[in-house]
T-cell receptor, first 114, second 116 residues
């Protein structure tokens, strides 16, 4: 069974631009969560999608948004990029997001802002 | 609010010796606890979880973890460390009672260095 796939793996942008990251969950998984990982702040929860609906949201500004499609694939968008947005963005999937289920992570998209 | 503390930034151990990576948590109600490992330039890999039942949980690659409710701890252990175990380890907690509204909260991570 294929794991969680994130594209692209690496991305370089400049301040003020916007970016879209993509995540394909494990087949059959309907819950997709996004995390931001930085050396200073560690792993921070961005949001979770289930059945095309945002179910949970972390404490990030509105510049960070996402969506989920009917095939459970998810995209994350960051607008008006800032230097502080440089991070590894991780996507994780689980069957239906129930708290006892482990989340399975992709290898991430490393976003660098110049 | 829920939280996880991993008090050691780095743990050093010689190959063949036992290892322990410490984790304490704070959550309302019953906790669901997880350990993940991250290798360089990779995502997090699930190692094991505690939901209910036996306090000693066995996971992948020979790792196990001991749940202690009174001490609110969930330490990761392995009887005999390998150089290939060198990586970044994360403990995480999620509350049971809020169901799907709960979020997975991670500790800051502990770097495990296993030397020959």
């Amino acid at each position: 069974k294929a794991g969680v796939t994130q594209t692209p793996r690496y991305l370089i942008k400049t301040r003020g631009q916007q970016v879209t990251l993509s995540c394909s969950p494990i087949s059959g998984h309907r819950s997709v969560s996004w995390y931001q990982q930085t050396p200073g702040q560690g792993l921070q929860f961005l949001f979770e999608y289930f059945s095309e609906t945002q179910r949970n949201k972390g404490n990030f500004p509105g510049r960070f948004s996402g969506r989920q499609f009917s095939n459970s694939r998810s995209e994350m968008n960051v607008s008006t990029l800032e230097l502080g947005d440089s991070a590894l963005y991780l996507c994780a999937s689980s069957l239906d997001g129930a708290p006892a289920q482990p989340q399975h992570f992709g290898d991430g998209t490393r976003l660098s802002i110049l | 609010a829920q939280s996880v503390a991993q008090p050691e930034d780095q743990v050093n151990v010689a190959e063949g010796n036992p290892l322990t990576v410490k984790c304490t948590y704070s959550v309302s109600g019953n906790p669901y606890l997880f350990w993940y490992v991250q290798y360089p330039n990779r995502g997090l890999q699930f190692l094991l979880k505690y939901i209910t039942g036996d306090n000693l949980v066995k996971g992948s690659y020979g790792f196990e973890a001991e749940f202690n409710k009174s001490q609110t701890s969930f330490h990761l252990k392995k009887p005999s460390a390998l150089v290939s175990d060198s990586a970044l380890y994360f403990c995480a907690v999620r509350a049971e009672y809020t169901g799907t509204a709960s979020k997975l909260t991670f500790g800051t991570g502990t770097r495990l260095q296993v030397t020959l």
